[in-house]
């Protein structure tokens, strides 16, 4: 699929370039081991390539039934603004609405103001009902 000179591609992308996008995008760092072990453990994942360089991705991640977590929604700095992110979460509907058996939960941690995409694809707070949490990695010792 082609627009604009952007090729969408059903791929996890390579360690390396995973972890440079992150952070060019503003985005915590991922470590090499962390990226090589996680990226080929994800459901399904879709990237946005210019040219060959990554400058979007995606993924699901989960355990095939009951839980799905949609993560690393991310697209390079020089190209947001385009309706890259709208694209590729427009995959990720798609592949959720093919595969995730009714009942099963699918969630997200959004970051403002990138909630305002979710909220488009259906996705609302968990509060008051919920909290949504999270423990930050344990630094090596």
Same mark, same amino acid.
């Given at each position: 699929?082609?627009?604009?000179?952007? !090729?969408?591609?059903?791929?996890?992308?390579?360690?390396?370039?995973?972890?440079?996008?992150?952070?060019?995008?503003?985005?915590?760092?991922?470590?090499?081991?962390?990226?090589?072990?996680?990226?080929?453990?994800?459901?399904?994942?879709? !990237?946005?390539?210019?040219?060959?360089?990554?400058?979007?991705?995606?993924?699901?991640?989960?355990?095939?039934?009951?839980?799905?977590?949609?993560?690393?929604?991310?697209?390079?700095?020089?190209?947001?603004?385009?309706?890259?992110?709208?694209?590729?979460? !427009?995959?990720?509907?798609?592949?959720?609405?093919?595969?995730?058996?009714?009942?099963?939960?699918?969630?997200?941690?959004?970051?403002?103001?990138?909630?305002?995409?979710?909220?488009?694809?259906?996705?609302?707070? !968990?509060?008051?009902?919920?909290?949504?949490?999270?423990?930050?990695?344990?630094?090596?010792?």
């Amino acid at each position: 699929m082609k627009d604009q000179e952007i !090729t969408l591609l059903y791929e996890t992308p390579q360690p390396e370039e995973y972890i440079a996008l992150r952070v060019a995008a503003g985005m915590s760092a991922r470590t090499l081991e962390a990226a090589r072990t996680g990226l080929p453990n994800s459901l399904f994942a879709v !990237t946005l390539r210019e040219q060959g360089r990554l400058v979007g991705m995606g993924r699901v991640l989960g355990d095939g039934g009951c839980a799905y977590l949609i993560s690393d929604i991310v697209v390079h700095p020089s190209l947001q603004r385009r309706g890259l992110a709208r694209r590729i979460m !427009t995959e990720i509907e798609r592949y959720l609405d093919d595969n995730v058996p009714p009942g099963s939960f699918v969630s997200l941690i959004a970051d403002t103001p990138a909630d305002a995409l979710y909220r488009h694809f259906g996705f609302i707070d !968990t509060a008051p009902a919920s909290i949504g949490m999270y423990r930050p990695s344990r630094p090596n010792v």
